[in-house]
């Protein structure tokens, strides 16, 4: 089974305006993080938010907040007030803290257009 | 703000040689990463480093691959006889001592084309 789920290969948003991207995630790690990365189109990987497991408030990060619900296992990436520059590859992760290599998985990610 | 390096932005190499990925970590991290990310797919774990060996890695990672830490410094990802399908953008990665809440900073990637 897939460790990270995203489920919208391409999103539209007009600009200034809210949009969600998905993720679900699949584990039996009770201790994990969730990580949202965004890969504009010059290629780079930029951390943007984190949601712990634990964690009993959602992240939130500048426009960047995470609707974490756990017993849906999802962790959708909320971005308010879209600009121009939100335009980008979104990937979500996880990382289990079983894992004594640390690795990260990633989904498939979602690219988002934001339109004038 | 520190960040990961990664050298050179693009390589081309012709199909059956070796070839070496160069990265720079966050000076004060401990853990590193190598990724690799096909063209439109998602970004796939390779190899995790920490105390000067190999911690995890994954089934891509095979005896064709290595990595090496040759001085207090740099980070290398080695292909020894590289194939087509090794084409792809490779990510280093630098963490400091893994908790959850700690992201894996990236490098911009290194962009390989095999011909």
């Known amino acids: 089974a897939q460790k990270i789920t995203q489920t919208q290969p391409g999103m539209f948003v007009q600009e200034k305006e809210a949009v969600t991207l998905d993720c679900t995630y699949d584990?039996?790690?009770?201790?994990?993080?969730l990580f949202w990365y965004k890969q504009p189109s010059s290629g780079e990987m930029i951390f943007l938010i984190y949601?712990?497991?634990?964690?009993?408030q959602n992240a939130t990060e500048g426009r960047y907040s995470l609707n974490f619900q756990k017993a849906r296992k999802s962790a959708n990436l909320v971005i308010s007030a879209s600009q121009l520059g939100d335009s980008a590859m979104y990937f979500c992760?996880?990382?289990?803290?079983?894992?004594?290599?640390?690795?990260?998985?990633f989904g498939t990610g979602t690219s988002l257009t934001v339109i004038p | 703000e520190p960040e990961v390096t990664q050298t050179p932005s693009h390589q081309v190499t012709q199909m059956g040689q070796e070839v070496i990925l160069r990265c720079v970590p966050i000076?004060?991290?401990?853990?590193f990463y190598w990724y690799r990310q096909i063209l439109g797919q998602k970004v796939e774990f390779l190899v995790s480093?920490?105390?000067?060996?190999?911690?995890?890695k994954s089934e891509i990672f095979d005896d064709q691959f290595s990595v090496e830490r040759p001085d207090g410094s740099n980070f290398t990802l080695k292909i020894r006889s590289t194939k087509l399908e090794d084409s792809a953008m490779y990510f280093c990665?630098?963490?400091?001592?893994?908790?959850?809440?700690?992201?894996?900073?990236f490098g911009d990637g290194t962009r390989l084309s095999i011909l």
């Open positions: 990665a630098s963490s400091e001592i893994p908790r959850n809440n700690q992201p894996q900073h």
């Open positions: 584990t039996s790690d009770p201790s994990y993080g």
């Open positions: 949601q712990g497991s634990y964690d009993q």
């Open positions: 992760a996880m990382r289990e803290d079983q894992d004594t290599g640390n690795q990260f998985y």
């Open positions: 000076s004060n991290h401990l853990y």
């Open positions: 480093f920490y105390n000067n060996e190999i911690s995890e």
